[in-house]
């Protein structure tokens, strides 16, 4: 169905399309990481500022190449892969929208909210995966994982700084 140079075509978009959220999310936080973020009081376990980088970059990979397993799911039909892939873009755009949050708004709050919704879309977005491509939806666990201890952060940088 698929020949080699639409899917590797596919893969690089996928995975190019996480990177790009990844981006925006990173522009977003590069100002205000520097200046707002350190006056703010860190809950217990908050890494160092360079984990953030290598731990996105990958997750963001991740994101792609799980994305374009269900999209070249061939035993599914295309009307539940595209549902499923629908799923994943909404939950990659309020992944940006948590650094908006945050960051660009300055507001541990607005960024908890978003983390809660992000947190809905993406055990949506794994349950779903899992029924079209099991891998797919196991190499979104690490980033499940990670937006877990993400949620945890923007709770204590919420209680800590209110």
């Known amino acids: 169905m698929f020949g080699p140079r639409s899917a590797v075509a596919a893969l690089v978009g996928f995975v190019g399309l996480a990177l790009l959220a990844g981006a925006v999310g990173g522009a977003l936080t590069a100002r205000s990481v520097h200046s707002w973020y350190l006056t703010l009081h860190s809950p217990p376990g908050t890494p160092p500022n360079w984990v953030f980088g290598p731990v996105w970059t990958t997750l963001y990979v991740l994101m ?82 990670w937006t877990c201890y993400a949620g945890y952060l923007a709770a204590g940088f919420w209680w800590l700084n209110s």
Not at 90 to 101: E, G, K, M, P, T
Not at 107 to 127: C, E, F, K, Q, W
């Open 64 to 145: 792609g190449v799980a994305a374009w397993l269900v999209w070249r799911c061939i035993r599914i039909d295309a009307a539940r892969r595209l549902a499923a892939l629908r799923l994943w873009g909404w939950q990659l755009l309020v992944n940006a929208l948590w650094s908006a949050a945050f960051f660009g708004l300055r507001s541990p709050l607005g960024g908890l909210i978003v983390i809660a919704l992000l947190l809905a879309l993406l055990v949506r977005t794994v349950t779903v995966f899992a029924r079209v491509e099991p891998v797919a939806a196991l190499l979104l666990l690490p980033y499940l994982a």
